[in-house]
Nanobody
Framework: VQLQASGGGLVQTGGSLRLSCAASGHTVSRANMAWFRQAPGKERMFVASVKWTARTDYADSVKGRFTISRDSAKNTVTLQMNSLKPEDTAVYYC?????????????????????WGQGTQVTVSS
């Protein structure tokens, strides 16, 4: 299983970015997939997840601004980020729980995920 994250960059406050996670070795629609982020000097934190059931969950800090989705044809998971704020600045990681064994309440924990991508930097300037 390999995950390749892309789409990061530098954007001004209020702007948008679209992150993509290309998966190989498994099928995203049959896995639990998630995005986490890690800001400098801070722990890695949950951002959003999509279960194999299509249930989505979001961190409170990104609700209403970020949208996670998956494309079965391309075997990718996307994180659309709108209304970006300086506090969204971080390295963003995609992760996979496959086979999908985690219950709904555990989806926000790093320990639920077996595979991680390399990360992509998102910088939001004020």
């Amino acid at each position: 299983v390999q995950l390749q994250a892309s789409g990061g960059g530098l954007v001004q406050t209020g702007g948008s970015l679209r992150l993509s996670c290309a998966a190989s070795g498994h099928t995203v629609s049959r896995a639990n997939m998630a995005w986490f982020r890690q800001a400098p000097g801070k722990e890695r934190m949950f951002v959003a997840s999509v279960k194999w059931t299509a249930r989505t969950d979001y961190a409170d800090s990104v609700k209403g601004r970020f949208t996670i989705s998956r494309d079965s044809a391309k075997n990718t998971v996307t994180l659309q980020m709108n209304s970006l704020k300086p506090e969204d600045t971080a390295v963003y990681y995609c992760a996979a729980d496959t086979p999908p064994v985690t219950v709904d309440s555990g989806m926000m924990s790093e320990r639920a995920y077996d595979y991680w991508g390399q990360g992509t930097q998102v910088t939001v300037s004020s």
